[in-house]
C-alpha cells in the first residue's frame, strides 16, 4: 500500500485545515489507518484512528471533539479535518495502515506497516 499525505500548512490558532491521505496499491478494505504526529523535539503520538470497512474510529485525548477522522471509499482517501487549532498542534502529520485492524494497541506506530511522508502542519498563536 501505498500512502501520500497532503494538505499541511500555516493556520492561525483557532483556525482549521484538512489533510488527505490517498491509498493506493494492494486492497486495502479490511485495514485500519491512522494519523500520527510528531512535534518538534517530541516522539511520534498517535492522533486518530479508523477501520476502514467499519468506519469506527478513535481518538487521542488531546485531540477528542476537535479533529475528525474520515474516509472516503470512492476516492480511496482518508482526512482529518482538524479544527480548532492550537500551537501545540504543531507538527509533521504523518497517515499510516495497519493489515491487522484488530491490533488493540492501535495508539503504537509499531503497529502499522505502511506509511506516507509527512505533512508540516504550523499553528501561530
Known amino acids: 500500500v501505498q500512502l501520500q499525505a497532503f494538505g499541511g500548512g500555516l493556520v492561525q490558532a483557532g483556525g482549521f485545515l484538512r489533510l488527505s491521505c490517498a491509498a493506493s496499491?494492494?486492497?486495502?478494505?479490511?485495514?485500519?489507518f491512522a494519523w500520527f504526529r510528531r512535534a518538534p523535539g517530541k516522539g511520534r503520538e498517535f492522533v486518530a484512528k479508523i477501520n476502514w470497512s467499519r468506519g469506527d474510529t478513535r481518538y487521542a485525548d488531546s485531540v477528542k471533539g476537535r479533529f475528525a477522522i474520515s474516509r472516503d471509499n470512492a476516492k480511496n482517501t482518508v482526512y482529518l479535518q482538524m479544527n480548532s487549532l492550537k500551537p501545540e498542534d504543531t507538527a509533521v502529520y504523518y497517515c499510516a495502515a495497519d493489515s491487522y485492524p484488530a491490533h488493540a494497541n492501535y495508539a503504537a506506530d509499531s503497529m502499522y506497516d505502511f506509511w506516507g511522508r509527512g505533512t508540516l502542519v504550523t499553528v501561530s498563536s
Open positions: 496499491g494492494r486492497a486495502f478494505s479490511s485495514y485500519a
